[in-house]
């Protein structure tokens, strides 16, 4: 059977107590819950309202309970989610983008890793450093030695990676206006893809040096 059960922050001390919820005609809310300990009392205590959050129904990775308002990790420790309803059931929302991931189906990798209330170190947008060559994993720069097009004008600084496998393998050459994304995850802009003899072989004299790597 569902457990339907919410959680609160006490007007009172700001402690978390879990159990039903009583909303009244003036908005008012309360949470019914049994105290802890050898004299344990059914209470019924004002929670601040903004701090309301309901029990999904979903446990995490470690068996802690997911409501409403936790931010989670989903096996990807450079991403944080905030639980919320999203139409048709529970979601997590990956902060600072519009994207969810639905809470059921990802139970299995799901880690609470606090909520929004307490923790909202979580919720911070961290732009991640550039490169400090400005170059991505696999990149390096090239220097065009002869005017060829217009990826090759003579003197020119263009950054370059290595694309496909055996036979396929290309020189794929960026033009000077390409960016980073502000993730620095790719880079965009015009780019030609061409044949690995720019380098030079027996056959040719080499069109580009590589300065950079």
């Known amino acids: ?107 299995k990798d799901l880690s609470v890793k606090g909520n929004r209330f307490d923790n909202p170190e979580l919720l911070e947008v961290k732009k991640p450093e550039p490169p400090k060559n400005g170059l991505l994993e696999g990149e390096f720069r090239i220097r065009a030695l002869y005017e060829n097009g217009c ?14 496998k055996g036979r396929n393998k290309k020189v794929r050459v960026w033009d000077e206006s390409s960016k980073l994304d502000e993730e620095y995850k790719h880079r965009y802009g015009s780019c030609c893809d061409m044949e690995l003899s720019i380098f030079g072989d027996d056959r040719v004299e080499p069109i580009y040096e590589i300065i950079e790597e």
């Open 1 to 107: 059977m569902r457990q339907i059960r919410f959680r609160g922050k006490l007007v009172d001390g700001g402690r978390w107590v879990e159990g039903s919820l009583l909303t009244f005609p003036d908005g008012e809310q309360y949470i019914c819950y049994q105290t802890e300990g050898s004299t344990q009392e059914l209470r019924k205590d004002p929670v601040r309202r903004d701090t309301v959050g309901q029990y999904t129904g979903v446990n995490d990775n470690a068996g802690v309970p997911v409501f409403e308002g936790d931010v989670i990790q989903n096996g990807d420790k450079g991403f944080f989610y905030v639980v919320e309803w999203n139409q048709d059931g529970w979601a997590a929302k990956q902060v600072g983008r519009s994207s969810f991931i639905d809470l059921y189906y990802w139970r």
């Open 151 to 164: 990826m090759s004008k003579k003197g020119h600084v263009y950054v370059a990676q290595y694309v496909g």
